[in-house]
């Protein structure tokens, strides 16, 4: 059974930085392309960053370029969204995927069939 877990969603302050995690269970996790949604109340879910199977691609939304950085360890099976200089609007429920898509893919949620539940990040100003 794959299981996708996140942690490290908080309250945190406009400009503060935290690291959400995500460890994966149940998949070959080094053959899957990684990503991290988020959805803000009353709002649909939107793509926040994706990594390679290597890591050694990553793509963002533009919003978060300059400020989010993904990241994998694969002998851990986990994957990283280290979020830096955090706005208001960047709160929401944040959620990571699985996928084997190719790159072209990346930001389309349909293309994920794993999830994880979601962990809060909310941003006060």
């Known amino acids: 059974q794959v299981q996708l877990v996140e942690s490290g969603g908080e309250l945190v302050q406009a400009g503060d930085s935290l690291r959400l995690s995500c460890a994966s269970s149940?998949?070959?996790?080094?053959?899957?392309?990684m990503g991290w949604f988020r959805q803000a109340p009353g709002k649909e879910r939107e793509f926040v960053a994706a990594?390679?199977?290597?890591?050694?691609?990553?793509y963002y939304t533009d919003s978060v370029k300059d400020r989010f950085t993904i990241s994998r360890d694969n002998a851990e099976s986990t994957v990283y969204l280290q979020m830096n200089s955090v706005k208001p609007e960047d709160t929401a429920v944040y959620y990571c995927?699985?996928?084997?898509?190719?790159?072209?893919?990346?930001?389309?949620?349909?293309?994920?069939?794993?999830w994880g539940q979601g962990t809060q990040v909310t941003v006060s100003s």
């Open positions: 990594i390679s199977w290597s890591g050694s691609t990553t």
């Open positions: 995927a699985a996928t084997q898509k190719g790159r072209a893919f990346w930001d389309n949620s349909y293309v994920y069939p794993y």
């Open positions: 149940g998949l070959p996790f080094s053959s899957y392309v």
